[in-house]
């Protein structure tokens, strides 16, 4: 709560965060709104907001960010009734390509810290993991896309399932213009992540993370907190961040865990303003029969 308490003394770093991490939703929703309008599912922007900020209100009580997603599929389904695998699909690659941006940016960030994290064997374990990782995703992707699935005979239901869920994914995949789209969209929204995180920094000691290590080491804490082990990510990002600050930036490691913790308090607050679209919706529905 100390840590809390200094932080508001800088009222209006707290203020900016919240609009960015406005701004960086706006870029998420939008984001799922042209993936909905490549499967030809017609839904208003602000639905598509509506739907999303209660699926971010959930996260706050359900163990991470994924939890969220099934909430907002699961509303998605109730007020529209589409196709369930074209739900599940496109917020399936929306949580993917999230993923994927996050370690498009740690990847740029450990060439830029490159020599940091050659400076020993753990470090350099990490900077292989996420080149390794980065790679690994972005050959899937290009796997599916490319492929040609369907003409394979499937030997088991397990196969025909999981074809029809790589054709699923081509739908998204296939198109070199709108996946350069979605790519940029999440960048720049990752980037305001990154933005929010050093607005943070700025609440405990009043200065500023430098770019490189800043690059490796948020995107990768945001990974680990959208783990679902506990509600928001709390205590597995304090984690995340304390171990990797150790690894990257060991001189920061302690101003470094508590601006994560101001991070998620401030997102905390921010997911909260789901409720309202929740709520309004809920007064709205006819009772479950």
């Known amino acids: 709560m100390h840590t809390i308490a200094r932080a508001l003394t800088h009222w209006p770093a707290i203020l900016a965060m ?15 709104h042209f993936l909905l309008k490549q499967r030809d599912i017609t839904l208003p922007f602000i639905d598509c907001l509506s739907l999303t900020m209660i699926g971010m209100a959930f996260s706050v009580a359900l163990p991470g960010a994924v939890a969220g997603d099934v909430v907002k599929g699961y509303w998605f389904k109730r007020r529209r009734g589409a196709s369930p695998a074209a739900v599940a699909s496109s917020i399936i690659i929306d949580r993917m390509l999230a993923l994927f941006g996050l370690f498009v940016i740690a990847s740029i960030g450990s060439m830029l810290s490159h020599r940091v994290l050659y400076a020993d064997a753990s470090t350099r374990a990490l900077w292989g993991t996420i080149i390794f990782a980065t790679l690994a995703m972005a050959l899937t992707g290009a796997l599916i896309a490319k492929v040609n699935w369907i003409p394979l005979k499937p030997h088991s239901s397990r196969w025909a399932s999981l074809m029809a869920a790589a054709q699923e994914f081509r739908y998204y995949l296939s198109s070199g213009p709108a996946l350069a789209a979605l790519i940029s969209t999440t960048l720049l929204a990752h980037a305001l992540s990154l ?5 943070a920094m700025y609440c405990i000691d009043g200065m500023w993370l430098a770019w490189s290590p ?3 080491i948020v995107p990768l804490g945001l990974v680990a907190t959208a783990i679902p082990i ?8 304090s984690a995340a ?5 150790r690894l990257v930036l060991p001189q920061r490691a302690a101003s ?12 905390i ?7 309202i679209p929740y709520i309004s919706t809920s007064a709205r529905s006819e009772p479950m029969a």
Not at 269 to 275: D, E, I, N, R, V
């Open 18 to 32: 919240f609009c960015v991490l406005g701004l960086q939703t706006a870029l998420c929703v939008g984001r799922w």
């Open 195 to 199: 933005i929010a995180y050093e607005l």
């Open 214 to 216: 800043l690059l490796v």
């Open 230 to 237: 506990s509600p928001a990510g709390v205590g597995v990002g």
């Open 241 to 245: 961040f304390l171990f990797l600050f």
């Open 256 to 267: 470094g865990t508590e601006a994560i913790a101001v991070f998620q308090v401030v997102l």
């Open 269 to 275: 607050a921010f997911c909260l303003l789901g409720l």
